[in-house]
C-alpha cells in the first residue's frame, strides 16, 4: 500500500511513441538493406550503358586500319556519344585509342572492370562512389563484341556519382513514406486493439488505487473475448473484491474498536468485583462459605477472558523478531508457565535434543507451545481418572527441509465442535470459559515464522505439529 504511485503516461508518450519509433525504425533499416543492392544494380546498369557505347565505337575503330586517319569530328562525336574523354580498343595484343583533342590528365584513376561483376564487388564499387572524393577519373573495362577484343573507356566519375546521389534520394524518400505509412497504419490499429484499452485500464487502475472505496471507479469490463477482455474481467472482480474487503475491514475495524472499549470497562469492573467477592470470602457465615470460592472462580474466568481478548488485540500486531534460541529450555518454560512442571496428576516429558537451536522470536513462540501445553493440561484435567496415566510429551522430528516439534498428549482427543472451527479465533472454543483464541494465534505466529501448524491425525489423544522451516536452524 505504500508503494509510490505511478504518474498516467501523457498522450505520446509510453506504448504509443515507442511502437511509432519502433516500426519506423525497423522498416528503414530493411529498406537500407534492399537499398545497397539495388544501389549496386543501378549502377552496373550505369557502366554498361556506357560500356555499350563504347563497343560500338570500338567496332568502329577495328574498322579502319589507320585510326589517326579519322576526321577528328568524327571522333570527338564517338567520344561525347559515351561521354567519355577517351576509347581503347585492345585486340590480339593491338590497341587502338581516340581520345579528345584536350585530353584531361588524370590523377586518380579508380577501374570498374564489368567483366568479373559479381554482387559483392559491385555493392563495395557502389559505396566507394558514394564516399569518394568526386573528382576521380573511371576507367570502365568491359568485354568487346569479338571474344579476346577488350574494351577501356576513360571518363570522369562525377555523372555517375551524381546519378547514384540522385536515384539514392529518390529511394529515401519513398522508403520514408512507406515507414511513416505503415507505422501510421500499424499504430492506428495497434491504438483500437491494444493500447486504447490498455491505457483506459492503466487510468482505470491509477483511479481506483487513489480510492479503493468508490465503488463507481470499479471498471465496466467491454465484451471483448480476447487477453485485454479477460484483462478488464479479472479487474473488474478484483476493484470490487477489494472494494467489499475494505468496507468489510473498516466495519470490523470500528467493531473491535468498541469491543475494545467494552472490554475495558468491564475487566475493570469485574476486578472491583473480585475484590469484593475476596472480601466476602472471608466471612464466617457457612453459607457464603460454601458459595464463595465459585464466585471467585466465576470472576477469574471472566477477568481471564476479558484479558485475552485485550491481549488478541495488541500482540499478533508485530512482526517476529529473530534470534537464537535454545528450543529444549524454550519448552521447559512453556511448561512451567502451563503448570505441567511437577503437575500432581499429569507427567510431563521434555524429549527437544539440547542441540536444537532455532532462530524465532522467544516469546512470540514460546507463547505458541504455552497455547499447546496449557490445551493439552486442560484437556486431561477434564478427562479427569478416565485417563489411566496422563501425560503431555513434546518430540522432536526433522528431515530435509523442515524441523518440527510435535506436543502430544493421551487425552481425549479433539472434540467434533473444536475441530470445525479450529485456528479460527472466537469460534474455536468448545469448553466453558474458553476464547477460542489460543490455536488461532498460534497458528498466526507459526506463519509469520515461516512454518505451520497442523493437527495430526492420530486414533488416540491429540497431536499439535509444528513445523518450521530448517532454514531457521543455528548450528552451534
Ligand atoms: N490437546 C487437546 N485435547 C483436546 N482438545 C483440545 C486440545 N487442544 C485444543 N483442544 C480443543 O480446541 C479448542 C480450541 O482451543 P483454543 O484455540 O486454545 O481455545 P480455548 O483454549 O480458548 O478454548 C479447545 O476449546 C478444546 O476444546
Ligand atoms: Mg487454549
Same mark, same amino acid.
Given at each position: ?156 566519375? #562525377?555523372? +555517375?556519382? !551524381?546519378? %547514384? *546521389? @540522385? ?7 519513398? /522508403? $520514408?513514406? &512507406? ?19 490498455? #491505457?483506459? +485500464?492503466? !487510468?482505470? %487502475? *491509477? @483511479? ?7 465503488? /463507481? $471507479?470499479? &471498471? ?21 473484491? +477489494? ?39 472471608? +466471612? ?193
Amino acid at each position: 500500500m505504500t508503494a509510490e504511485r505511478s504518474a498516467p503516461p501523457g498522450r505520446f508518450s509510453g506504448l504509443s511513441i515507442k511502437l511509432i519509433a519502433t516500426i519506423i525504425a525497423v522498416i528503414l533499416l530493411v529498406e537500407v538493406v534492399v537499398y545497397l543492392p539495388s544501389l549496386a544494380t543501378f549502377r552496373a546498369n550505369w557502366l554498361d550503358d556506357r560500356l555499350r557505347v563504347g563497343v560500338v565505337a570500338a567496332r568502329v575503330l577495328d574498322a579502319v586500319p589507320d585510326v589517326m586517319a579519322l576526321p577528328r569530328e568524327l571522333t570527338d562525336r564517338l567520344l561525347t556519344s559515351a561521354g567519355a574523354n577517351a576509347i581503347v580498343y585492345r585486340r590480339q595484343g593491338q590497341s587502338q585509342l581516340i581520345e579528345l583533342a584536350s585530353p584531361v590528365r588524370p590523377d586518380v584513376v579508380v577501374t570498374a572492370d564489368m567483366r568479373q561483376a559479381d554482387l559483392m564487388t559491385l555493392i563495395v564499387g557502389a559505396i566507394d562512389v558514394l564516399f569518394a572524393s568526386p573528382d576521380r577519373t573511371l576507367r570502365i573495362v568491359g568485354q568487346g563484341d569479338l571474344d579476346d577484343s577488350l574494351v577501356e573507356l576513360l571518363m570522369s566519375e #562525377r555523372p +555517375l556519382r !551524381q546519378d %547514384m *546521389l @540522385a536515384y539514392s534520394r529518390q529511394i529515401g524518400i519513398v /522508403s $520514408l513514406a &512507406i515507414a511513416v505509412v505503415t507505422a501510421v497504419a500499424l499504430y492506428l490499429l495497434a491504438s483500437f486493439l491494444f493500447i486504447y484499452p490498455v #491505457r483506459r +485500464l492503466t !487510468q482505470n %487502475m *491509477l @483511479a481506483f488505487r487513489q480510492a479503493p472505496e468508490n465503488a /463507481s $471507479l470499479i &471498471i465496466t469490463p467491454s465484451a471483448r473475448r480476447d487477453e485485454i477482455g479477460i484483462v478488464e474481467r479479472e479487474l473488474a472482480a478484483m476493484e470490487s473484491d +477489494l472494494f467489499s474487503m475494505l468496507r468489510q475491514r473498516r466495519h470490523l475495524a470500528d467493531l473491535g474498536l468498541a469491543v475494545a472499549k467494552i472490554n475495558h470497562d468491564l475487566r475493570n469492573t469485574l476486578t472491583s468485583a473480585q475484590l469484593l467477592s475476596d472480601q466476602v470470602a472471608t +466471612l464466617d457465615d457457612p453459607k457464603v462459605q460454601r458459595l464463595a470460592p465459585r464466585l471467585v472462580t466465576t470472576l477469574d474466568k471472566a477477568i481471564g477472558f476479558a484479558q485475552s481478548v485485550l491481549d488478541y488485540g495488541r500482540e499478533t500486531a508485530a512482526p517476529p523478531v529473530l534470534a537464537p534460541v535454545a528450543m529444549l529450555a524454550l519448552v521447559d518454560d512453556a511448561a512451567f508457565e502451563a503448570r505441567l512442571v511437577g503437575h500432581p496428576a499429569i507427567g510431563f516429558a521434555n524429549a527437544v535434543p539440547e542441540s536444537l537451536v532455532l532462530n524465532v522470536d522467544a516469546s512470540q513462540l514460546g507463547r505458541v507451545l504455552l497455547n499447546l501445553l496449557k490445551n493439552a493440561r486442560e484437556a486431561l484435567e477434564a478427562a479427569g481418572t478416565a485417563i489411566a496415566s496422563p501425560q503431555v510429551s513434546v518430540t522432536v522430528s526433522e528431515d530435509e527441509e523442515t524441523v518440527t516439534l510435535s506436543v502430544s498428549d493421551n487425552g481425549p482427543g479433539l472434540p467434533p465442535r473444536a475441530r470445525e472451527n479450529l485456528f479460527v479465533a472466537f469460534e474455536g472454543s468448545a469448553r466453558a470459559g474458553g476464547t477460542g483464541l489460543g490455536l488461532a494465534i498460534a497458528r498466526e505466529i507459526t506463519e509469520a515464522h515461516g512454518g505451520k501448524l497442523l493437527l495430526a491425525d492420530q486414533p488416540t489423544g491429540t497431536r499439535f505439529d509444528l513445523i518450521l522451516p530448517t532454514t531457521l536452524r543455528v548450528d552451534v
